[in-house]
């Protein structure tokens, strides 16, 4: 009973749902620290990414018996979709206003994101990424991003009548990059760029923070179920066995053991087999770097953050880092805040580099306090620059 009863502090239950499952976690925000109330995961089969009618009832009933029986507080939440549901593309045009630019991006979204007429209604939404100078003239970079209403519609609807209150829903490289945002918020960190990869089962997204502001992000079709498949073919054995050795392998890594679990010529032959595709991501994330600095012409990015459940792929660390020429890390989405309550939760793994959007998600209003924090600033700056000014002499009469 207790539960539905929103304590201060406390923040809304971050839910990914991404194509190995989903993962939830709430914090409490108090005196500008984070501390963790609670968390769980629920393995899915990613296969199907569609959000049919009996995958949203499946999805909503998993998720209202784990908030009811995980500790968590409240029901208010905010919700991520798997990323094969978004359609994201970059797009330049004239400066305008926010309005106008939405009213654009209304007019021919369709087109511009590749759905049919037959694909229904859409939820589109835009993101501003930066400006472009093209010789004299200077454009404006935006990011939309669209995915379909109907299965949007109906998830949220199935989550409300379990008794949850979804407040919003935002693509999952914007709750990564604002996980990792936090404490780049001044105005003196406008000019500090990072690379955020987030590589997932079926997927990899590349953003460029610039700041604590998404001002690049590209979707790739590399992911962890591409080296699964590989390495299984390479050793002739089911997927399904490769992917608990590849698990095995992940986790010793992350934990810092430098002796893998698996016997030395199946852990060489599992990396032969994914190093090809490790090629293949350090090109791909060597172009994006070049496209953002031939566009936004900014600095170069200062470190590399690794993130997403692949993220523990032992060596691929070190082939990032020697390939991009940048400080390359695992990306911890926990490391500053309290886990003290962690040992009352089921899930032992919640500081993994696959936490990253759930706790991102979670921290969404952080966002509208900054944001309101820094215009009451600005206008107390704005005020204080108008006191100073001297007052006008009248004019003596003549």
């Given at each position: 009973?207790?539960?539905?009863?929103?304590?201060?502090?406390?923040?809304?239950?971050?839910?990914?749902?991404?194509?190995?499952?989903?993962?939830?976690?709430?914090?409490?925000?108090r005196?500008?620290?984070?501390?963790?109330?609670?968390?769980?995961?629920?393995?899915?089969?990613?296969?199907?990414?569609?959000?049919?009618?009996?995958?949203?009832?499946?999805?909503?009933?998993?998720?209202?018996?784990?908030?009811?029986?995980?500790?968590?507080?409240?029901?208010?939440?905010?919700?991520?979709?798997?990323?094969?549901?978004?359609?994201?593309?970059?797009?330049?045009?004239?400066?305008?206003?926010?309005?106008e630019?939405?009213?654009a991006?209304?007019?021919?979204?369709?087109?511009?994101?590749?759905?049919?007429?037959?694909?229904?209604?859409?939820?589109?939404?835009?993101?501003?990424?930066?400006?472009?100078?093209?010789?004299?003239?200077?454009?404006?970079?935006?990011?939309?991003?669209?995915t379909?209403?109907?299965?949007?519609?109906?998830?949220?609807?199935?989550?409300?009548?379990?008794?949850?209150?979804?407040?919003?829903?935002?693509?999952?490289?914007?709750?990564?990059?604002?996980?990792?945002?936090?404490?780049?918020?001044?105005?003196?960190?406008?000019?500090?760029?990072?690379?955020?990869?987030?590589?997932?089962?079926?997927?990899?997204?590349?953003?460029l923070?610039r700041?604590?502001?998404?001002?690049?992000?590209?979707?790739?079709?590399?992911?962890?179920?591409?080296?699964?498949?590989?390495?299984?073919?390479?050793?002739?054995?089911?997927?399904?066995?490769?992917?608990?050795?590849?698990?095995?392998?992940?986790?010793?890594?992350?934990?810092?053991?430098?002796?893998?679990?698996?016997?030395?010529?199946?852990?060489?032959?599992?990396?032969?087999?994914?190093?090809?595709?490790?090629?293949e991501?350090?090109?791909?994330?060597?172009?994006c770097?070049?496209?953002?600095?031939?566009t936004?012409?900014?600095?170069?990015?200062?470190?590399?953050?690794?993130?997403?459940?692949?993220a523990?792929?032992?060596r691929?660390?070190?082939?990032?880092?020697?390939?991009?020429?940048?400080?390359?890390?695992?990306?911890?989405?926990?490391?500053?805040?309290?886990?003290?309550?962690?040992?009352?939760?089921?899930?032992?793994?919640?500081?993994?580099?696959?936490?990253?959007?759930?706790?991102?998600?979670?921290?969404?209003?952080?966002?509208?306090?900054?944001?309101?924090?820094?215009?009451?600033?600005?206008?107390?700056?704005?005020?204080?620059?108008?006191?100073?000014?001297?007052?006008?002499?009248?004019?003596?009469?003549?």
């Amino acid at each position: 009973m207790f539960g539905f009863i929103r304590q201060p502090g406390c923040l809304p239950i971050g839910i990914d749902i991404g194509s190995s499952g989903v993962r939830m976690v709430q914090f409490r925000h108090r005196r500008g620290r984070l501390s963790l109330i609670a968390s769980t995961k629920i393995e899915r089969d990613g296969s199907d990414p569609q959000l049919s009618d009996a995958n949203c009832v499946s999805i909503a009933n998993e998720i209202q018996q784990r908030v009811g029986a995980t500790g968590f507080i409240g029901r208010d939440c905010v919700l991520s979709l798997d990323d094969r549901l978004l359609r994201i593309r970059a797009i330049r045009q004239v400066a305008m206003n926010d309005d106008e630019v939405t009213r654009a991006i209304s007019h021919d979204a369709r087109q511009r994101l590749g759905f049919k007429d037959d694909d229904g209604d859409l939820e589109v939404d835009w993101i501003r990424a930066g400006e472009v100078r093209q010789g004299d003239q200077s454009n404006d970079e935006i990011i939309i991003v669209g995915t379909r209403l109907e299965p949007l519609e109906q998830l949220i609807l199935e989550l409300a009548g379990q008794g949850l209150r979804p407040q919003a829903v935002e693509p999952g490289f914007l709750a990564a990059g604002r996980c990792f945002s936090r404490r780049y918020r001044r105005t003196s960190d406008m000019d500090v760029v990072r690379l955020l990869v987030d590589i997932g089962r079926t997927s990899t997204g590349v953003s460029l923070l610039r700041g604590s502001h998404v001002v690049f992000h590209k979707p790739l079709a590399i992911g962890g179920d591409r080296m699964t498949r590989a390495a299984a073919e390479r050793l002739g054995i089911e997927p399904s066995t490769v992917h608990d050795l590849r698990r095995q392998r992940k986790v010793a890594s992350l934990s810092g053991r430098e002796e893998s679990p698996l016997e030395y010529r199946v852990d060489r032959a599992i990396f032969e087999a994914v190093r090809p595709i490790m090629d293949e991501l350090a090109h791909e994330l060597s172009l994006c770097l070049r496209y953002y600095g031939v566009t936004f012409r900014g600095a170069r990015p200062e470190r590399c953050v690794v993130i997403g459940g692949e993220a523990g792929e032992p060596r691929l660390i070190e082939f990032l880092k020697d390939t991009l020429h940048l400080t390359t890390e695992v990306g911890q989405p926990l490391e500053h805040v309290d886990r003290a309550g962690l040992a009352g939760c089921p899930d032992r793994e919640i500081a993994g580099p696959e936490w990253s959007v759930a706790a991102g998600l979670c921290m969404s209003p952080l966002d509208q306090a900054a944001s309101r924090s820094a215009d009451r600033r600005r206008r107390r700056r704005l005020a204080g620059d108008a006191s100073a000014k001297p007052a006008q002499k009248p004019r003596r009469a003549a």
